[in-house]
């Protein structure tokens, strides 16, 4: 990049954060997620970094907040409200414990040791009390100025009006191992102004009652709980404040009151009366450590009564701290430790068009590789040509781009106001990337396909469709196994993998005696296969894991399956007019027929589902599954319910009975939440299947 070409992207950042960055924290509005703002200040932050020439005093990097609305009176700060830079590595850690080594001499180095807490996800508040009383509340405004919403945090119940005796201090102190710290709090008393700041934030449950109530009203609901708090205290009306269920939680003692520690300020705080984070926190005296609690918490989140976005990490010696100083907008001596981003942004530099196994032709984004959700996103899908319209995306595009749970990453967001006016159009196809047919699209979809059957990527995509798990399921035999025995023509079909031998696989690159033996069993070991399982790799279009359980269940053999006529199969539960015009026209194609039938020749069996079935007890249940399962895989759990006559599904909507709930869930939790399905634990699922 061109020192010229650097500049004009730096003052594209600046304006586009600070435009973020204003809707979000002035007037509580969020265009686009806070790791994605998050992921563009890193961007904005590497930049200066290696053009610090281009660095100015109004840039966000050196900058504390945004600037306070004007409906609230202005409150000047006793000292600037600053805030946190972010690491969301290991390495980014350690290059902060490097920065500030740098800057101290041997004997701090040795003394240095850390606290950290949850992150809370909430809005930043300051609490002045004078002489023990609550005096003035306010917000973090630019950091020097903020807005008084003193009226709005006295409705808040967990907030003290009036902090706790000297003595009720000092004796709590005392109890907690501190009794030179209570001694000198005795000398020094607690008269004065006493500054504290913290978070007000609303817990998971409380979040959800909050919108319940605003649809029972007709209102609308609130996005997150960060809005929500951030929304009820710039309220007017400190009426509808005190009806939000908030709540508050201090991290900060600015007053001097004797403290050596950020450990001792958490202790003084609880003892004050304040809500604290403490029995969430740990005091840790090495980077490991850090790295430790940050990982518990990252898959132990939802234990948490409210949202966090990662963990602080504070030099815990004050001396030291303080010492540190002051960069731009942050102190040194500490740093938010946040969860990989759930989005980020990127650079879209090409798009390429893939063709499915039932001829689909998907558009898909190639990117500059970024991390979202702690793994490397280099495409994203763009779905099919009315998406890409939608998004009014272009191949240059500065875009946001998303990755929720395992699904494939897509594009959330284009940010036109980073054109740079070399952007180009991206030009969806007329004919097939692959066989050259000229694609068709039948009227009320919006996907393109190739009609051809004979298409090689059509082909291609129908041989890993049907060795996947939900299918065949054929251990060891993945795609690039199987570009290999295509491109040697040794297979046309599926079927051919059945008619394979040792010795066909021997002349190939990497297959010795043992492997190709292995891969042959595996694939002999699949001749036996359940009817659903056998729908299934059909790959007969519409037709999922569920649709092809639901057919087996209903027919109970293919056979019956086959001569069904459209209106006995639209008397399966879910399948409606299109689905079923699929699964009909499927078994009319003579070219199906006689795959079906080469098949049995090469020993296929089918398996009816009474047969497979060990039991019938969880009939009519539908099982979705989110996390990390202890006792047994996602895959295995799965096996369990349908042996027992149950139905799983990979998507949570409201035909779905339970949610099991493992180690670090998905986005499914909140959706089960909402749509009122009742969540098992897995030790509720196991007795359940027992």
Same mark, same amino acid.
């Given at each position: ?30 265009? %686009? ?59 980014? =850690?350690?290059?902060?414990?490097? $920065? ?89 008393? =607690? ?96 980077? !490991? ?15 948490? /009564? ?109 940010? /036109? ?22 694609? !068709? ?67 190939? !690159? $990497? ?84 795959? %079906? ?7 296929? !069996? %089918? ?81 359940? %299947?027992?």
């Amino acid at each position: 990049m061109t020192k010229k070409e650097a500049k004009e992207r730096i003052e594209k950042l600046k304006k586009a954060i600070e435009h973020y960055r204003y809707l979000y924290h002035v007037l509580d509005k969020e265009e %686009i997620s806070p790791s994605a703002l998050d992921s563009l200040k890193k961007e904005l932050f590497d930049l200066e970094q290696k053009f610090p020439e281009f660095i100015t005093p109004d840039s966000p990097t050196q900058r504390v907040g945004g600037k306070p609305l004007d409906k609230f009176e202005k409150v000047r700060h006793p000292t600037p409200m600053l805030s946190l830079n972010d690491a969301f590595s290991e390495e980014d =850690l350690k290059d902060w414990f490097e $920065r500030n080594a740098k800057l101290l001499d041997k004997e701090d180095l040795t003394k240095i040791d850390y606290y950290c807490e949850p992150k809370l996800d909430g809005l930043a508040i300051e609490l002045i009390y004078k002489d023990g009383i609550f005096s003035i509340g306010s917000t973090r405004g630019d950091g020097i100025i903020g807005e008084d919403v003193t009226q709005n945090l006295k409705t808040i119940e967990s907030l003290p009006l009036r902090l706790r005796g000297l003595e009720e201090v000092c004796k709590d102190l005392e109890k907690e191992g501190e009794k030179e710290l209570a001694k000198e709090i005795r000398k020094r008393g =607690l008269k004065g102004e006493i500054v504290v700041r913290g978070e007000a934030i609303i817990t998971k449950k409380n979040f959800e009652i909050v919108n319940k109530e605003q649809e029972a009203l007709g209102l609308p609901t609130f996005a997150n709980p960060r809005n929500l708090a951030a929304g009820s205290i710039r309220q007017l009306d400190p009426k509808i404040t005190a009806k939000r269920r908030l709540d508050i939680s201090v991290y900060e003692l600015i007053s001097d009151l004797g403290q050596k520690t950020h450990f001792q300020k958490h202790k003084i705080l609880h003892a004050l009366g304040f809500k604290t984070n403490n029995k969430y926190s740990r005091y840790c005296k090495t980077l !490991e450590e850090v790295i430790e609690f940050r990982e518990y918490w990252l898959k132990n989140r939802e234990k948490l /009564p409210y949202e966090i976005d990662g963990i602080v990490v504070q030099i815990n010696d004050n001396e030291i701290f303080n010492k540190l100083g002051v960069v731009g907008k942050a102190p040194r001596g500490a740093i938010a430790f946040k969860f990989p981003l759930k989005q980020a942004t990127t650079k879209l530099i090409d798009v390429q068009f893939q063709v499915g196994r039932t001829g689909s032709i998907t558009p898909v984004a190639i990117l500059e590789p970024v991390e979202v959700g702690g793994v490397t996103i280099t495409r994203a899908t763009l779905h099919n040509e009315d998406e890409i319209k939608r998004l009014g995306v272009k191949i240059g595009d500065t875009v946001i781009v998303g990755r929720a749970g395992d699904v494939i990453p897509d594009i959330v967001k284009v940010l /036109p106001e980073l054109r740079t006016g070399k952007e180009k159009e991206i030009v969806f196809p007329k004919k097939c990337p692959i066989c050259n047919t000229k694609l !068709e699209k039948e009227e009320g979809e919006v996907v393109w396909r190739c009609p051809n059957p004979e298409c090689p990527g059509r082909k291609r995509e129908f041989f890993y469709h049907f060795v996947s798990k939900g299918a065949f399921d054929i251990r060891g035999l993945g795609p690039k196994i199987i570009d290999r025995l295509l491109d040697e023509g040794l297979i046309q079909d599926p079927a051919d993998l059945f008619e394979l031998k040792e010795g066909d696989l021997l002349p190939l !690159e $990497r297959f010795a005696e043992k492997s190709a033996k292995n891969l042959i069993s595996a694939i002999q070991s699949r001749k036996k296969i359940d009817l659903a399982r056998f729908i299934f790799a059909l790959g007969i279009r519409n037709v999922g894991e569920q649709t092809a359980r639901d057919l087996a269940n209903h027919f109970l053999s293919l056979e019956n399956l086959r001569k069904a006529s459209l209106e006995e199969l639209q008397k399966v539960k879910e399948i409606g007019p299109v689905v079923a015009k699929s699964i009909f026209e499927y078994f009319r194609d003579k070219r199906n027929l006689k795959f %079906i039938e080469k098949l049995k020749k090469c020993g296929v !069996e %089918i398996e009816s589902p009474a047969k497979s079935l060990k039991s019938t007890k969880l009939k009519g249940l539908i099982f979705v599954f989110t996390g990390t399962l202890k006792s047994m895989t996602r895959e295995e759990a799965k096996k369990k319910v349908l042996e027992l006559g149950g139905g799983v599904s990979d998507s949570v909507s409201r035909k779905v009975s339970f949610l099991v709930l493992g180690e670090g869930p998905g986005s499914k939790l909140e959706k089960a939440k909402k749509l009122g399905i009742k969540i098992l634990s897995e030790e509720e699922f196991l007795k359940m %299947i027992s």
